[in-house]
């Protein structure tokens, strides 16, 4: 069963930069999608980018235009995040699916442990 271990984050001040990484535990082979997505206290579990296998990718209307996610190969994904605000201010999970899901990353079956972003203003 593969693992994400997630790595990044921290606390920065409003329009400042972070960047997230997810590494799977092994080779993720096949069609498979794999996104992020942040939980705040007292908010909404919110949705934030996915890309899949072919390249695709999918962005929250909130983050889009200032986050970018990227991978490097099978193993490791990247959530790079720029002109952050403090809204942006949850833990982050990265989440991934092997079974055709797209969206939203949240309901993907595996996630890592998360991490903690503190954006201040």
């Known amino acids: 069963q593969v693992q994400l271990v997630q790595s990044g984050g921290g606390s920065v001040q409003a329009g400042g930069s972070l960047r997230l990484s997810c590494a799977a535990s092994?080779?993720?082979?096949?069609?498979?999608?794999i996104g992020w997505f942040r939980q705040a206290p007292w908010k909404e579990r919110e949705d934030v980018a996915v890309?899949?296998?072919?390249?695709?990718t999918r962005y929250a209307e909130s983050v889009n235009g200032r986050f970018t996610i990227s991978r490097d190969n099978a193993r490791n994904t990247d959530l790079q995040m720029i002109s952050l605000k403090p809204e942006d201010t949850a833990t982050y999970y990265c989440?991934?699916?092997?079974?055709?899901?797209?969206?939203?990353?949240?309901?993907?079956?595996?996630w890592g442990q998360g991490t903690q972003v503190t954006v201040s203003s």
């Open positions: 092994t080779y993720i082979g096949g069609s498979y999608c």
């Open positions: 989440a991934l699916d092997r079974m055709g899901i797209r969206w939203p990353p949240s309901a993907f079956p595996y």
């Open positions: 890309i899949c296998r072919d390249g695709s």
